[in-house]
Each structure stands twice: as C-alpha cells, then as structure tokens.
C-alpha cells in the first residue's frame, strides 16, 4: 500500500514518502506533547498577551518575505538575537517557575527518585496540626484574616527576609494573637518550619494565573503564588468569609472542611506517606467537598 502512494507521487508530482521509523514517530509524539503543555502553560500567564504579539510579527515577516521586502527582512534578521534575549530576562519568572513545575513533577519523581522518602521523621507534632487547625477555624468563626505558610523541603528563606524574625513554638494562642487585626504582626504571612514559627509580616509573590475567582483578595493570590514558586502548603483564611482554603502546587481548594484540612496537614506531616501517595491529597479533598456540595 505504502509502494503504490509512493510510486503515485513519485510519478505525478515528483515527490516521495520520507522513511519513517519507530524513533521518528516517538519523536513526533514527544513534540507533540512539549508544544501542548508549553501553550498550556502560557495561556495561564501573562505570557499569553505576547505570545499572540510574536505570532502576530511572525506573520508580518512572512508577508514581507513574500512581497520581497527587503528591508523589513534585514531589520527582522538584525532584531531576532536581541529579541530572544530580551524575552528571556523579561519572561524570567514565568521560565524558572515552569522549570521548578517540571522538576517537582511526579513523572520526573519516579525516573529519577532523588530521595525515597526513607529515614525522614514527622515535620511536625501532632498538637502543632492540632493547633494549626484549631486556630484557622476559631479566627474564621470571628472572620480574622490569616495566612499561614507550612515549609516543606524547599526552604523559604527569601520570603522568610522580608518579615519580622519569631522563632517561637506554634501554638493556637500564639496563631491567634499574631493574626488579630490591629496588631504589629497581623499583616502578610507567617512561615511555619517543623514545629516552630520562624517570621511573620512576610511578603508572598502574587500569581498571575487567570483561573482565579474575582472574587478572592490579595491573601489568595499569594497564597498561590507562593505554591507556585515552592513546594510550600499555604492556608487562607477569608476576611470576608471566614472560609478555609488551601494552596498548593499552584492549586487551590476553597471552603475547606476541619477533617479536610486536618487530611492535608496529616499528608503533608509524613514525608514517607507523601512519597508514597500517587494522588494528590488536594485532589481527593477537592473531590469530597464537591461531593458533599
């Protein structure tokens, strides 16, 4: 079959069908998959906006190389070099955001283990997750605004520079007090590593996805924008609402219930447990609220 479509355009267009191998078919589908994802992640930034000006110049050059205007090709061939340099510092964050997504991905995980999970204790105790969620839920009661960032492995310590130093032991009373409204410490966010709060009046990076609600203020947004550029687990509570959400990966799950956030503290306390689990602990918290809904 493929002889006869062969010998057909050799005969009466002069062409013919490439070899085309097991590897050049592998080759094509991992192409395939890179240009998807790399235009899905520039459609949730603010990448998208210029993506379509480059398209746009692109096709203004190619015009121009059909109409033979030569000028415009000299000055487009003279500008391509500084204009890929020039995209590179401009789009800095949003690249090194995505290569730090590529490489906390659970695909990059299980080719290349790093670490198994193994000989790690708990990062933190039982009543600092007690505490923690004691806290959320009694300031939401009252509708105090909180922001509290559990560290994982990536330590935060850029974030961690533009509060004020604590180093005290997490308690609810601690939590409480920390976030009332009116008081020195309760603006930005708190950072929490093992069992101790190491700064607060932190100042997180705002996200620039377009997914979000409208509707959701500035807690929100750092608190997605922090689990965008860390492997950090963030806990909102509203202002306006009262409501518990909870960001990470870039994702976040709103109204969530005190066994939901408790599940979450209890996956993110176990590092073995983390290691193991193939489904994100947000994804079936996510499920279940949706479900109760």
């Known amino acids: 079959m493929m002889d006869n479509i062969d010998s057909f355009l050799s005969e009466y267009f002069h062409l013919g069908l490439p070899a085309i191998s097991k590897t050049d078919i592998i080759e094509v589908v991992?192409?395939?998959?890179?240009?998807?994802?790399?235009?899905a992640w520039i459609k949730d930034t603010r990448a998208w906006n210029l993506f379509k000006g480059i398209i746009?110049?692109?096709?203004?050059?190619?015009?121009?190389?059909?109409?033979?205007?030569?000028?415009i090709l000299w000055l487009g061939e003279k500008l391509i070099s500084a204009g890929l340099i020039?995209?590179?510092?401009?789009?800095?964050?949003?690249?090194r955001n995505a290569l730090e997504r590529l490489g906390r991905s659970n695909l990059i995980n299980r080719i290349f283990p790093f670490y198994n999970g193994k000989n790690l204790g708990m990062r933190?105790?039982?009543?600092?997750?007690?505490?923690?969620?004691?806290?959320?839920?009694?300031?939401?009661?009252?509708?105090?605004?909180?922001?509290?960032?559990?560290?994982?492995?990536?330590?935060?310590?850029?974030?961690e520079r533009t509060g004020?130093?604590?180093?005290?032991?997490?308690?609810?009373?601690?939590?409480?007090?920390?976030?009332?409204?009116?008081t020195p410490l309760h603006d930005g966010a708190i950072i929490i590593r093992g069992d101790r709060v190491v700064s607060a009046t932190c100042y997180l990076p705002l996200t620039d996805s377009q997914m979000l609600s409208k509707d959701l203020g500035t807690r929100?947004?750092?608190?997605?924008?922090?689990?965008?550029?860390?492997?950090?687990?963030?806990i909102v509570v509203s202002e306006?609402?009262?409501k518990i959400s909870v960001a990470k990966e870039g994702r976040l799950i709103r109204d969530v219930s005190w066994e939901g956030l408790t599940d979450i503290l209890k996956h993110l306390q176990d590092p073995e447990m983390q290691f193991k689990e193939k489904n994100s602990i947000l994804t079936r918290v996510g499920r279940r609220i949706r479900n109760e809904r």
């Open 30 to 39: 991992i192409i395939t998959i890179f240009i998807y994802y790399v235009l």
């Open 56 to 71: 746009t110049v692109l096709l203004l050059f190619f015009a121009a190389a059909i109409f033979q205007m030569n000028t």
């Open 86 to 95: 020039a995209l590179i510092v401009v789009f800095q964050p949003e690249l």
């Open 124 to 159: 933190f105790s039982d009543r600092t997750l007690n505490d923690i969620v004691g806290a959320c839920f009694d300031m939401g009661a009252v509708k105090t605004g909180a922001l509290i960032v559990m560290e994982q492995d990536v330590q935060l310590t850029d974030y």
């Open 164 to 182: 004020i130093p604590l180093d005290a032991l997490v308690t609810k009373q601690l939590l409480i007090n920390i976030f009332e409204k009116n």
């Open 220 to 234: 929100h947004r750092a608190a997605v924008g922090a689990s965008e550029a860390s492997d950090a687990l963030i």
């Open 240 to 242: 306006e609402t009262g």
